[in-house]
């Protein structure tokens, strides 16, 4: 009685968080993407929150300077907030306009965006898409989001892939991850239903900007923007479409520095936790002996999305290998994660880029 009542416990839980991913990537594969149209006719004010970027801010400004879309109809702007290095200089030189912010006791990308949204209160535009400083647009992506925001949208969420999934474990891992995020954001579009803001490739109407409080000390502003938009009834859309590369923690260590500050979001952010949850209850069943079939199906179901997520990375020896590895890295994120909570990271804890401290 106290065994299956044991397993129960385990299994209902497991299961809403099986099952939802499951049915939403299987919905998301049937997604439609957004329709370029003729000649565009929204304008788009693209702001760019940067601390310490300078080595990678003059990738983000060529592949915007690229971008197929009138170049009348956008404007760059990056916000170069308590630099200790080249950044402005750096953004100038890129053809952007830069705001130079300095504010030791307001720190964090939220008050960076908040000091970019105010320089643009003078200008005339449409739609404002924040993108990180160490993120790359492709070209279509403006079209695609002039169509998404022509047929009603008011918040949009591009698509947002890793691009270094070669680079070790950590990579990988994350690679994947996006792929699943990706895939469940499609499905939930799919069903009507608001998608997750992912902190870049955030694309906002106008009129909804008044309705959030930009400047968050949040060190997942991405998520209080999220809270404050369901309160005020207004739906995130998803275009697959418009894609943001990026790349993710090159070491196992930043991975999980970059993982506990977002931690902030909530346990059921974590696909770790939820694996683990998972696991967990496999292990309680097979101890019992009771409901092992119920979870054996709870084990495809995931296995299904996650497999889904890999082909969509790209199947190779190297990442197969990478593969055997990524069970070790994730069962270090499900203890990073739980630390998180205890102790918050600060707003602005700018993660290792790629190439940087590969020691760590």
């Known amino acids: 009685m106290y065994g299956w009542a044991a397993c129960l416990a385990f299994l209902v839980p497991a299961t809403a968080a099986a099952l939802y991913p499951l049915a939403l990537t299987l919905a998301g594969r049937a997604s439609r993407r957004a329709?370029?149209?003729?000649?565009?006719?929204?304008?788009?004010?693209?702001?760019?929150?940067?601390?310490?970027?300078?080595?990678t801010l003059p990738a983000t400004l060529r592949a915007l300077a690229a971008l197929d879309y009138p170049r009348d109809k956008y404007r760059v702007l990056v916000v170069a907030d308590n630099c200790a290095d080249g950044t402005a200089a750096v953004a100038r030189g890129g053809g952007a306009g830069c705001v130079v912010r300095a504010d030791?006791?307001?720190?964090?990308?939220?008050?960076?965006?908040?000091?970019?949204?105010?320089?643009?209160?003078?200008?005339?535009?449409?739609?404002?898409?924040i993108l990180d400083a160490d993120c790359t647009l492709n070209p279509t992506a403006l079209r695609e989001l002039d169509a998404a925001f022509a047929a009603g949208a008011a918040v949009v969420q591009a698509a947002v892939r890793s691009r270094n999934a070669d680079?070790?474990?950590?990579?990988?891992v994350a690679a994947v991850g996006a792929a699943v995020d990706e895939a469940l954001a499609a499905g939930r579009d799919r069903?009507?239903?608001s998608v997750a803001l992912r902190g870049t490739g955030m694309a906002?109407?106008?009129?909804?900007?008044?309705?959030?409080?930009w400047d968050t000390a949040s060190p997942v502003e991405d998520a209080e923007y999220g809270r404050q938009l369901r309160a005020a009834g207004v739906r995130v859309q998803f275009c697959g479409?418009?894609?943001?590369?990026c790349d993710a923690p090159a070491a196992v260590?930043?991975?999980?520095?970059?993982?506990?500050?977002?931690?902030?979001a909530g346990p059921f952010a974590s696909k770790p936790l939820l694996l683990a949850h998972l696991v967990a209850t496999v292990v309680v069943c097979a101890a019992v002996g009771a409901f092992g079939w119920w979870a054996a199906a709870l084990v495809l179901g995931t296995a299904a999305v996650y497999l889904h997520a890999m082909a969509k990375v790209g199947?190779?020896?190297?990442?197969?290998?990478?593969?055997?590895?990524?069970?070790?890295?994730?069962?270090?994120?499900?203890?990073?994660?739980?630390?998180?909570w205890l102790r918050h990271a600060p707003a602005w804890d700018r993660t290792p880029r790629f190439g940087e401290g590969r020691a760590a």
């Open 104 to 129: 030791d006791a307001r720190r964090g990308k939220g008050f960076a965006i908040a000091a970019g949204l105010a320089e643009l209160a003078a200008t005339a535009f449409d739609v404002v898409l």
């Open 241 to 245: 479409g418009a894609v943001v590369a």
């Open 167 to 172: 680079d070790g474990p950590a990579g990988y």
């Open 204 to 213: 906002f109407r106008h009129w909804v900007l008044p309705l959030l409080t």
């Open 35 to 55: 329709t370029t149209r003729g000649e565009p006719t929204l304008t788009f004010a693209i702001l760019v929150p940067a601390h310490d970027e300078e080595t």
């Open 315 to 340: 199947l190779t020896k190297r990442r197969v290998r990478l593969f055997l590895h990524a069970p070790f890295v994730v069962a270090r994120l499900v203890g990073v994660t739980l630390g998180g």
């Open 253 to 264: 260590a930043a991975l999980c520095r970059q993982r506990r500050r977002w931690a902030a």
């Open 191 to 193: 069903f009507g239903g």
